[in-house]
């Protein structure tokens, strides 16, 4: 028997649901139990699950062989896709680890990479979404992620174009490093180096819009694991400069398995709090700045993989193991995904970012009473004074990945659970003008938490979801975002009042205990983030 709380709850749940089941035309009073992340009005599509920030032993500080990620993406942690995102600079390694010498980054993909990706995905991958990307030295700036994608009809094309990239924007200033011809061709066409300045890497983007503004995408990685990394003028500038290309945030950084969690050391204005970069765990900070001015700008987590353990030294997990981005595509089971698919699925915002498996379902949307919804990257246009209802239903495993002993290959830990959930709101103003005092204001000051909800609040509904509903009356344009965590809202150095505070550093002289102590602080201090519903109010 229910409780009568529960009872009241149920409730208002089945009331909601009502809501959600009526259509748009209102033909239909019908209740439908919506799939994770659907509402009645969904179109055909899927879930998956990837990483968007992988190294193999092709980047020179990376050391994890290509079999080796990918069967543990993959074999082991089921990804549905991954992305291999190797630095553009000398690349020293082949696949297996064997020493090179160093290669401009288009010789190792080309002569290495792709050719060793083709042969893993046709014998033991066939179902599963490979693909290359590239980590850019920025100009002045940090790491920058850039997929310039493409397919068997247009291959050729697109590989000239990131040849072209390697030669004009990357901090490779040696022009014998190039093939003299090519270099040759771009002299004659009047194509400059642009590698030095910010405004080289504005150029840079610009060039990905205007040149393939459907067929690529950039990431800002680890944004401010270094002090100077960027200003939020700067981030401000890449985002106009290129708004269709640039829409990524890696707010859930990788690198966590090490001592400095996400490899923010001392350089890090304030390090990471719970795993996360201050650009999206602060409340009312950067991310919430560029979302109050209307930006699509969405978060990320990524492994940022290298290699795991080579004693003494630890670095990050492999693919799926510690952090995944869930996102909506619209194939259907079955239907092989393509990266043009999840690219397309990528730029709607309807992604969910979790560490440590801490939830592996996400439904979260809103509605008004006339039937009309929004999901997460979503505008719901309401009139003032209608009221909304904001709706979260989430399933959390039971296990994590977690091993028992870190290497011995047995990821099966417990889940400790969601703790509470928090729905953040902030105003929705309109968007700054480079100039103006507005353009380089690091906050929104009306970001608040406007509710939280805890076990005692949701219930579990007949198809294993945890549910519970929030209305409010539309009176502003504003924004609502989802973050969930393990802990309780006071916990000594990790939360206060359901703040997430800077991750511990960890050491040991003896590498075994180093590991086993960075599981332990990673495992114990886990969080999701979900991307924002806007709510646009007309009257």
């Not at 939020?232 to 290129?242: C, F, H, M, Q």
């Amino acid at each position: 028997m229910l409780n009568s709380r529960v009872r009241l709850l149920s409730l208002s749940l089945a009331c909601a649901a009502l809501v959600v089941g009526c259509n748009s035309s209102g033909d239909s009073d019908e209740v439908a139990v919506a799939p994770p992340g659907a509402t009645p009005a969904e179109q055909t599509g899927r879930w998956v699950t990837g990483d968007l920030h992988v190294h193999t032993a092709l980047s020179g500080d990376a050391r994890s062989p290509l079999s080796d990620v990918l069967k543990h993406a993959f074999d082991d942690f089921d990804l549905d896709y991954v992305s291999l995102s190797n630095h553009m600079r000398n690349d020293s390694q082949d696949n297996n680890d064997n020493d090179l010498g160093g290669l401009l980054y288009y010789k190792a993909l080309t002569e290495y990479e792709l050719p060793g990706v083709e042969r893993l995905q046709k014998s033991d991958y066939p179902d599963r979404l490979i693909y290359s990307s590239f980590e850019w030295d920025m100009p002045t700036h940090e790491h920058y992620n850039v997929g310039i994608l493409w397919n068997e009809a247009n291959k050729a094309e697109r590989l000239a174009a990131i040849k072209q990239f390697e030669y004009r924007f990357s901090n490779k200033n040696q022009l014998s490093d190039f093939n003299a011809a090519d270099v040759q061709a771009w002299q004659d066409a009047g194509i400059e180096r642009q590698n030095q300045t910010h405004e080289d890497a504005v150029a840079a983007l610009e060039w990905l819009q205007q040149t393939y503004p459907k067929s690529s995408y950039g990431m800002l990685n680890h944004p401010l694991r270094y002090a100077s990394s960027y200003t939020i003028e700067d981030v401000r500038e890449l985002n106009d400069a290129a708004p269709d290309v640039f829409f990524l945030v890696e707010g859930m950084v990788g690198n966590q398995f090490n001592g400095n969690r996400g490899d923010y050391g001392s350089r890090s204005a304030d390090g990471v709090h719970g795993g996360t970069d201050p650009v999206v765990s602060e409340l009312g900070g950067w991310w919430d700045a560029l979302l109050g001015e209307g930006r699509r700008v969405w978060n990320m987590a990524n492994s940022d993989h290298h290699f795991k353990t080579r004693p003494p030294y630890a670095s990050g997990y492999y693919p799926g193991e510690y952090a995944k981005n869930y996102t909506w595509v619209a194939a259907e089971e079955g239907e092989r995904l393509t990266s043009q698919t999840l690219l397309d699925a990528l730029r709607t915002g309807r992604t969910f970012s979790v560490f440590g498996d801490l939830i592996d379902a996400l439904d979260f949307h809103a509605e008004r009473v006339s039937g009309d919804n929004a999901r997460m990257g979503d505008t719901l246009t309401a009139r003032r004074g209608d009221l909304v209802t904001v709706t979260v239903r989430f399933k959390q495993p039971a296990t994590n990945n977690r091993e028992l002993t870190v290497n011995d290959g047995n990821y099966d830990g417990t889940n400790p659970g969601v703790h509470h959930i928090d729905v953040i709101a902030g105003d929705v103003g309109t968007k700054a003008e480079p100039g103006t005092a507005a353009y380089s204001k690091q906050t929104n000051d009306s970001t608040r938490v406007v509710k939280s909800y805890t076990a005692d609040d949701w219930y579990q509904d007949d198809d294993g979801y945890y549910a519970v509903t929030y209305s409010f009356t539309a009176d502003r344009d504003q924004y609502l975002r989802l973050r969930g965590t393990n802990l309780d809202y006071n916990v000594e150095g990790l939360t206060v009042n359901g703040e997430p505070q800077r991750s511990d550093v960890v050491s040991d002289d003896n590498y075994f205990q180093y590991y086993e102590k960075l599981n332990e602080r990673n495992y114990t201090d886990v969080w999701f983030y979900s991307n924002p519903i806007f709510v646009s109010v007309e009257g």
